[in-house]
């Protein structure tokens, strides 16, 4: 089951500063999350989200992942644990979870409440691809040729669908009449080749015409 949190307003600490952590941070950046990492050393990535302001860094050396995790107050929402010492990870995932945080550690899925999926992003279409933990790599590889399957056309297609709806929302009150026009939007060939040209607006004044001779 993937599941997409709201995390608006909660605090996830990522604790390691190398490639893994670098990574892992990418899937909360838009999340709206206050994202710490914690670290002795930082890899260029992840220095650079911290120069523009998307994470917060911590220079410090983590050494008794029991001792760090009492000290956090508060409490963080989410602790992904991410540097290259197993033991530590597995000791500050354990800590955090005696406190009630949702935990991730890089290295050991068996002890993670959550697995991070490869997720591919074009525009506003993000598809979540998960090998359940058995190929990370291979996640990778998944996602990158679904992010090359996503068109400029599918994206006109979803900001043209979002216009339309919200007028439909105000016209049209059961939502079985309201789904059936979206989908004949979605269908008709003549929109479609408005969208495949790029013109986003005769596409919705041809969406118009069909809601028109529909409420005739």
Request: aromatic letters at 4%.
């Amino acid at each position: 089951m993937l599941v997409d949190l709201r995390l608006a307003g909660k605090t996830v600490i990522v604790v390691g500063g190398g490639a893994e952590a670098y990574r892992k941070t990418q899937s909360f950046l838009d999340s709206g999350a206050t994202i710490w990492v914690i670290s002795k050393e930082f890899s260029n990535g992840i220095q650079k989200l911290g120069e523009e302001k998307k994470v917060i860094l911590m220079k410090t050396d983590v050494k008794d992942g029991i001792s760090f995790v009492d000290c956090l107050n508060p409490k963080p929402d989410i602790l992904l644990a991410a540097t290259n010492d197993s033991k530590l990870n597995l000791r500050l995932v354990q800590a955090a979870k005696g406190w009630g945080c949702m935990v991730y550690a890089v290295d050991n899925p068996a002890v993670s409440d959550f697995i991070l999926p490869a997720v591919a992003k074009v525009g506003d279409v993000k598809v979540a691809v998960s090998t359940g933990g058995k190929s990370p790599a291979m996640a990778h590889v998944l996602r990158e040729r679904i992010e090359k399957l996503i068109t400029p056309q599918d994206l006109l297609e979803i900001e043209l669908q979002a216009n339309v709806r919200g007028i439909l929302k105000e016209q049209i009150s059961e939502s079985k009449v309201r789904s059936k026009l979206l989908y004949e939007i979605l269908n008709n060939d003549n929109i479609k080749e408005a969208l495949s040209k790029g013109k986003l607006q005769e596409a919705q004044k041809l969406a118009m015409k069909l809601i028109e001779k529909r409420e005739k």
